[in-house]
């Protein structure tokens, strides 16, 4: 009778933890690799989402994304990686950078060095990013961006970089620095640099003055990469090419080799 009684106990406990077992695992969002589970993933991650402190607003903008296809698609056929540098900079467009870039210094050369006084980077550098990432500001993207960054968050390639980028998207939505139908580029990336949003989240300034930060502003976004770049390490006064202090720093922008060269190559032919 004893061991009748101990074994009952011992299989309630078993299933005890079993249960607690199973509620763990359903508390915590799981990715997939499809979107068939993407509607069924949201309600776990909304609960995510609101411990790390998004509110309603942005926890309404996750329950209304949607599967993003595009995204899914084009992360899943990135060609830079595979490109040579030549060929990169050809497909860039970047002699039609470096010539722009550098009328654009031209026409504004105490607003570059003011940014550059008050971050150390120099105006090369911001301009061939503004260039390389959206032709200064004449496409900023088609994809909305908080279905983009909610989608590669659900995916299970890289949930766990995407994760931070999701939970920022959904913050900026609560501080109204953008809405659920905001569009940028396909990976979720907004503005005239293409900020990831837990990036424009931690390093967005307010370069104009008027009190919110727009990444959509081209003042906003060139002092908010300013920042980025000089809160990353960028050391005043130091060279940015390959070997050079700088270039480390220029990596944190973008993982990709042939976009690190790009950058350094077409930020000294603008500064000249």
Same mark, same amino acid.
């Given at each position: 009778?004893?061991?009748?009684?101990?074994?009952?106990?011992? #299989? $309630?406990?078993?299933?005890?933890?079993?249960? &607690? +077992?199973?509620? !763990? /695992?359903?508390?915590v =969002?799981?990715?997939? @690799?499809?979107?068939?589970?993407?509607?069924g993933?949201?309600?776990?991650?909304?609960?995510?989402?609101?411990?790390?402190?998004v #509110? $309603?607003?942005?926890?309404?903008?996750?329950? &209304? +994304?949607?599967? !993003? /296809?595009?995204?899914? =698609?084009?992360?899943? @056929?990135?060609?830079?990686?595979?490109?040579?540098?030549?060929?990169?900079?050809?497909?860039?467009?970047?002699n039609?950078?470096?010539?722009?870039?550098?009328?654009?210094?031209?026409?504004?050369?105490?607003?570059?060095?003011?940014?550059?006084?008050?971050?150390?980077?120099?105006?090369?550098?911001?301009?061939?990013?503004?260039?390389?990432?959206?032709?200064?500001?004449?496409?900023?993207?088609?994809?909305?961006?908080?279905s983009?960054?909610?989608?590669?968050?659900?995916?299970?390639r890289?949930?766990?970089?995407?994760?931070?980028?999701?939970?920022?998207?959904l913050?900026?939505?609560?501080?109204?620095?953008?809405?659920?139908?905001?569009?940028?580029?396909?990976?979720?990336?907004l503005?005239?640099?293409?900020?990831?949003?837990?990036?424009?989240?931690?390093?967005?300034?307010?370069?104009?003055?008027?009190?919110?930060?727009?990444?959509?502003?081209?003042?906003?976004?060139?002092?908010?990469?300013?920042?980025?770049?000089?809160?990353?390490?960028?050391?005043?006064?130091?060279?940015?090419?390959?070997?050079?202090?700088?270039?480390?720093?220029i990596?944190?922008?973008?993982?990709?080799?042939?976009?690190?060269?790009?950058?350094?190559?077409?930020?000294?032919?603008?500064?000249?």
């Amino acid at each position: 009778m004893v061991g009748e009684i101990g074994m009952t106990n011992l #299989g $309630k406990l078993l299933a005890g933890l079993t249960l &607690s +077992a199973c509620m !763990a /695992t359903t508390a915590v =969002a799981q990715c997939g @690799n499809t979107g068939s589970g993407f509607e069924g993933w949201k309600p776990g991650f909304a609960k995510e989402a609101k411990r790390a402190g998004v #509110g $309603k607003r942005g926890l309404d903008a996750l329950a &209304s +994304a949607k599967y !993003a /296809t595009r995204t899914i =698609a084009a992360d899943r @056929n990135q060609k830079s990686f595979r490109y040579s540098l030549p060929k990169f900079l050809e497909i860039r467009g970047a002699n039609t950078i470096i010539a722009q870039g550098r009328k654009r210094k031209a026409r504004n050369p105490d607003y570059f060095a003011a940014l550059e006084r008050q971050y150390g980077v120099p105006a090369g550098v911001l301009i061939a990013i503004h260039g390389m990432e959206t032709a200064f500001g004449n496409y900023m993207g088609d994809s909305a961006v908080v279905s983009a960054i909610v989608t590669l968050t659900y995916d299970c390639r890289r949930s766990d970089f995407f994760k931070p980028h999701a939970i920022g998207a959904l913050k900026l939505v609560d501080q109204g620095s953008i809405t659920a139908s905001t569009k940028g580029a396909k990976h979720g990336e907004l503005g005239h640099t293409q900020f990831l949003p837990g990036n424009a989240l931690t390093y967005g300034v307010d370069g104009n003055g008027d009190g919110r930060v727009d990444l959509y502003n081209q003042t906003d976004a060139l002092s908010s990469t300013a920042n980025f770049l000089r809160q990353k390490g960028w050391k005043p006064g130091k060279g940015y090419q390959e070997g050079q202090p700088n270039f480390k720093v220029i990596k944190q922008w973008n993982a990709a080799t042939v976009y690190q060269q790009a950058i350094a190559i077409m930020g000294a032919k603008i500064d000249g």
